[in-house]
Each structure stands twice: as C-alpha cells, then as structure tokens.
C-alpha cells in the first residue's frame, strides 16, 4: 500500500514539476522577444514533449491564460521594497533599478496577452491589468509619499504618474527605443520624480499665493482745498 501511495505521490511531484517547468518556459521565451512562441518551441525549452505539454494545456490559448494568472500570484512578492536612501531623487532611482527585471518580465508578458492572435477565454483586459498595475501604483504612490509627496490628494498628478508607470510606457522605452535595461530604468525614475517635484513646486507657490495679504481697493475721494473769502 505504501508503494502505491509513493508512486502516486511521484507521478503528482512529476505532474506540478512538469506544469511549472513548461510555464517557466513560456516566461523566458517571452521575455527573450519572442511573444508567440509555438507549442513545440515551448515543450523543447521546457525539455518535455509536445504531447506531455499539451496534457496540461490542450491549446495556446490556455497555455497563455495560465501563465498570466501564475505571474499574477508573484507579481506582489516579486516587486522590489521602498530604498531608504537618505536623498529622494536617489531613492527614486535605486527602486526603479530594483525593479527594472520585475517590469521587464511584466510587459512582456502584458504585450503577449494583448496581442495574442486567438481567442482567450474569460481573459479581461481590465481586470488582469489592474491587478498587476494596482501592486505597482500602490509601491510607486508609497515611494513618494516617502519623498513627501500624496499622489492620492492630486489625481491628475495620480493619473500621469500611472501612465508614466504603465507596462507599455516600459516596452516603449525597452523596445522602440532600444534602451538598456538601466537607461529605461532611469528614464522612468526621472519622469516620476520630475512629476512629483512640479507638484510639489506647484503646492508650494499656490500655499504662498494663499497667504499673500489682499489688495485692499481704496477709493480716492478729492479733497476740496479752495478758501471761501466772505
């Protein structure tokens, strides 16, 4: 009995082992620049067969699905924590260098999912890019806060810095443009703390302006000097 619960238990570790190794696969022929690979590119970088793959995921379009829904579940831990350097600029800098692999890994797989050629089941552009994005604006909005700035309070300043974070603003900076993984990184850090620092030199001077006395509009009246002579 112990020997059949043993085999059992192997054929599962083997099955879970399988299921990772091919989506692991999947993730690095993406992040290599290949956002469509085939099944059978897939199962020879996974070192399994195209018929052990396709047990587990019948078509691409599965395959694909599940690979967005396993990065969603590492997405939170894999996110870089808040530098404490002492300087904000610096600060900002050194996250976004920490977190260049975590965006290099997302937009590739973000671009792989929206240009996929098929049909993806259930899959919501929205929902699946909120999740992700949501883990990010929340770091990022913590980072500032960090360097005294409440992204919260001013949502058209929220509303540039998510753009100035979002997946394809990375692949943009990676891909048309050709920067290194460093140069995109700093690009990035540059734009969101230069947006931070003008809200904050923007706060700063409308807190000045409020608190400049008034003019006081004073009507002149003429003064009549002439003497009556009786």
């Known amino acids: 009995m112990s020997q059949l619960a043993s085999s059992e238990d192997g054929r599962v570790a083997r099955r879970l082992d399988n299921r990772v190794r ?38 691409m379009g599965t395959l694909v699905l599940a690979a967005a829904t396993r990065w969603r579940g590492l997405a939170q831990n894999q996110l870089p924590p808040i530098p404490d350097h002492a300087d904000p600029r610096t600060r900002v800098e050194e996250f976004f260098q920490s977190a260049a692999s975590f965006l290099d890994t997302y937009s590739a797989i973000r671009w792989a999912t929206l240009t996929f050629p098929g049909k993806l089941p259930g899959f919501d552009q929205r929902q699946h890019k909120g999740m992700v994005l949501g883990y990010i604006s929340t770091r990022v909005t913590e980072l500032l806060a960090s360097c005294g700035v409440d992204i919260d309070r001013d949502q058209q300043l929220r509303r ?10 990375w692949r943009l900076l990676r891909v048309q443009q050709g920067l290194s993984r460093k140069d995109a990184a700093s690009t990035m850090a540059r734009g969101v703390y230069e947006l931070a620092l003008g809200a904050q030199r923007d706060k700063k001077r409308g807190s000045r302006a409020s608190t400049r006395p008034r003019a006081v509009n004073r009507k002149v009246v003429p003064i009549n000097l002439r003497v009556r002579v009786d």
């Open 160 to 169: 540039a810095v998510l753009v100035m974070i979002d997946p394809l603003a």
């Open 22 to 59: 091919i989506l692991n696969a999947l993730f690095t022929l993406i992040r290599s620049g290949n956002s469509h690979p085939t099944l059978k590119q897939i199962a020879d970088n996974a070192g399994v067969t195209s018929r052990t793959l396709l047990n587990h995921f019948p078509d």
